[in-house]
């Protein structure tokens, strides 16, 4: 499959290329003659008068690897070094805040970023956690140049060196977010967009802000997320010229195996053996990432591989990589990457889905479903060499199907789920945040911080910086007011005098804990360690007993001993294994791509990129859609219960989950259909048409939700701010009501 590529190189863009290159200070201009580049890439080209006067914001979108940082940063470090050569009294401070999702993308940016500023005399910190404190404090007491910093260390500086960071902030000149995709419609992306704002009213002036991401679905919204009621006067750059053709394969598995674990290693059927041997064959000599959605995958695959290696007296080429991972191990996965002498494979999370320098791979592998059209572009962008198409592989199991298959089963969804992502891909659709979140988590953490940097702060400065002027702009005065009563209930904060607020003796404990300074939430975790070495974590749900058996880190360990109070186990090498329990959920999946799954189901075209497997299951999941009729119904009775099939997305679903709940009816969701127990077809339909006629509230709706606690601070607010908050997350009543229609409509 390919995406549109373009070669021009007509004397217009040639003539382009030479008046930007014209408007580059003559240092950086010698530095780019240095790399002996022939031309500038699209994406600088078109950048360079954009960001160089620094009169506006501005949103850099193209793929991996085509040139993005020096796009951002050639204009930035030439506006850097015209101005310290007419100024006549430089004052100190950081000229430039960069801010970066990951600590190793900022180690990455350091060493590609000091040459660079080395040829205008400009130095680079970097500062997170790994930092070491001296490095850090000579920084912020001698601050200039760059700046690479996570936002969890913009936090960590506001709360605990507030007028030594505010006296840093007073020379920057731009403000630039990398990967901002991976901010967007997250609890994290709110405190990013807040500190943004914090940062301009510290120096107290507009500051530009530059974008970087691989990824954007909509550049408006974008936009709007990168500036906050002003998103119309972004500039957004996404050059159709840096286009990537992509080679692409789903090859689908039949796990006969599904309902009584993985079986014999010489079963011929759809297990994770059958997968691994076929990676294990594809990938060795190559270097490949191969992606898998969840943790325990990333282990048990790296385990098979592993095995695999040993039994055929190979080399192993296979390592692993994920959050739970110490640094050490995910640090060695990358070096063996890097490392052009030896052929590599690192089965991972989205742990490498982001920039992290790894060397372009020679294919990507990715072990179900991907859990995005964003994340499948992500990802694939890490594949293809010096114009090369990027090679996609897509391993998708689907179960043998019984009589006690549910039904949504046999619809083969998984795989039309991937079909109609890649479809979505290629029409270069990806997923929009949900910008509607109030977010009430990371308020609690951003008032307390701002609270902190100030000892105090008045109840209406506090709302003009967050709501009123600041990210939080959805949060009513009322819904604020009954805010601060909930976190001074909580001994959050306190009041004092007229309208100040003041931190409370439990505010004081929350902030000084190192775990404050991130908005999303850490799980409660047991230290392994083995020789003497920390290997990673796991959270206390996943039990660990002496002398069970563990799989992780790729690697077979047996529990010697556990050390409840300090939460420690030490491991052994060990022969046999189990892969542990990691927790988190899925992704929520939107609604266009359900709606183009139904799409799939109801066409007769059969992509070419199947392998023979995959269009047999293609053409049996379309065989039992025709069986059950859902071009025609949505409701199909079976046995005691009806099953409701819903072609939207997951919040729409949930959200009629719980409108059937509150009627009296016991729904449980599975994938596309809501099975409805002891409900006749007849009677969902009265309870539907029912459901149309409403006007149901969000916060009453959620109030019959028992479990709201969804963000790290939830547990600070009161059931009704609760129950808002949630309805703002997961619920979507006005996408429910249309669904609900259209289904009684239809019927």
Request: with cysteine.
């Amino acid at each position: 499959m390919i995406l549109p590529t373009s070669n021009s190189n007509d004397d217009e863009e040639n003539a382009q290329q030479a008046e930007s290159f014209d408007l580059l200070h003559e240092d950086i201009q010698r530095w780019v003659w240095k790399q002996d580049w022939t031309t500038l890439r699209p994406i600088q080209e078109q950048a360079i008068p954009q960001i160089i006067d620094g009169e506006s914001d501005v949103i850099l979108s193209a793929p991996t690897a085509s040139g993005k940082t020096e796009a951002a940063f050639l204009p930035i470090l030439s506006a850097l070094a015209t101005q310290r050569e007419t100024s006549q009294n430089p004052s100190s401070g950081f000229d430039v805040v960069y801010i970066s999702p990951l600590k190793a993308l900022i180690n990455d940016q350091f060493e590609r970023l000091q040459e660079m500023c080395d040829a205008c005399d400009l130095p680079v910190h970097r500062r997170h956690g790994d930092v070491a404190s001296s490095k850090k404090r000579q920084a912020l007491e001698e601050p200039d140049g760059v700046l690479l910093i996570t936002p969890e260390s913009v936090e960590a500086l506001f709360l605990r060196q507030p007028s030594e960071f505010h006296q840093a902030l007073q020379n920057v000149s731009y403000v630039v977010v990398d990967e901002v995709h991976s901010f967007i419609g997250t609890p994290r992306g709110k405190q990013l967009q807040s500190l943004l704002h914090r940062i301009e009213n510290a120096k107290g002036e507009w500051i530009p802000r530059v974008a970087l991401s691989a990824t954007i679905g909509d550049l408006a919204m974008t936009a709007d997320f990168l500036r906050p009621n002003g998103g119309d006067e972004v500039e957004t750059i996404d050059p159709e010229g840096d286009r990537q053709a992509i080679k692409l394969l789903v090859k689908g598995f039949l796990n006969q195996n599904s309902d009584s674990g993985e079986g014999d290693d010489d079963e011929d059927s759809g297990t994770a053996v059958d997968i691994a041997e076929h990676v294990f064959s594809t990938f060795r000599g190559q270097d490949n990432l191969l992606f898998a959605n969840r943790r325990s995958d990333v282990e048990l695959y790296t385990d098979l591989l592993t095995r695999l290696s040993e039994e055929k007296n190979v080399p192993n080429e296979f390592s692993a990589h994920h959050g739970s991972l110490s640094k050490e191990i995910r640090e060695e996965s990358e070096r063996a990457l890097r490392d052009t002498s030896t052929p590599a494979t690192v089965v991972c999370t989205s742990t490498l889905e982001l920039g992290i320098d790894i060397g372009r791979m020679t294919s990507i592998g990715q072990l179900g479903s991907p859990p995005s059209v964003s994340s499948m572009r992500q990802r694939l962008g890490r594949s293809g060499r010096k114009g090369d198409p990027a090679v996609f592989r897509v391993y998708v199991q689907e179960p043998e199907i019984g009589d006690s298959t549910p039904l949504q089963d046999t619809l083969r969804p998984e795989l039309v789920q991937t079909i109609a992502m890649v479809n979505l891909l290629l029409d270069n659709w990806y997923e929009p945040p949900n910008l509607d979140a109030l977010e009430l988590s990371t308020l609690v953490q951003q008032l307390l911080s701002l609270i902190a940097e100030f000892g105090g702060v008045q109840a209406d400065t506090a709302y003009q910086t967050l709501c009123q002027t600041g990210p939080f702009d959805n949060i009513s005065t009322d819904v604020f007011k009954s805010f601060l009563r909930a976190l001074a209930a909580e001994d959050l904060i306190n009041q004092a005098g007229d309208n100040d607020l003041i931190m409370g003796l439990n505010g004081e404990k929350l902030i000084r804990h190192y775990d404050f300074y991130a908005a999303f939430w850490n799980p409660d975790e047991y230290r392994l360690v083995a020789d003497e070495q920390t290997i990673g974590t796991l959270p206390v749900t996943s039990p660990l007993i002496e002398g069970n058996f563990l799989i992780f880190g790729g690697q077979r360990w047996e529990v010697k001993s556990v050390d409840n109070e300090k939460q420690i186990a030490f491991l052994k090498p060990a022969p046999g294994g189990k892969v542990p329990r990691f927790g988190g959920e899925g992704a929520l999946l939107h609604s266009r791509i359900r709606k183009e799954m139904y799409s799939i189901y109801t066409d007769r075209d059969v992509p070419r990129y199947l392998d023979s497997e995959g269009k047999d299951l293609l053409e049996e999941g379309r065989m039992h859609f025709e069986r059950l009729d859902l071009q025609s119904r949505n409701v199909v009775p079976k046995g005691e219960q009806t099953v409701l099939f819903i072609w939207a997305g997951d919040r729409i679903i949930n959200t009629l989950n719980v409108l059937l709940t509150q009627r009296g009816h016991q729904a449980s969701k599975a994938g596309m259909t809501l099975e409805i127990q002891d409900c006749r077809p007849e009677e969902l339909f009265d309870v539907l048409e029912e459901i149309v006629g409403s006007e149901p509230q969000p916060a009453n709706l959620a109030n019959s939700v028992k479990n709201k606690i969804i963000d790290k601070h939830d547990r600070y607010l009161t059931e009704g701010l609760l129950s808002s908050n949630y309805a703002s997350k997961r619920l979507d009543i006005q996408g429910a009501l249309r669904e609900a229609e259209a289904i009684v409509t239809d019927s």
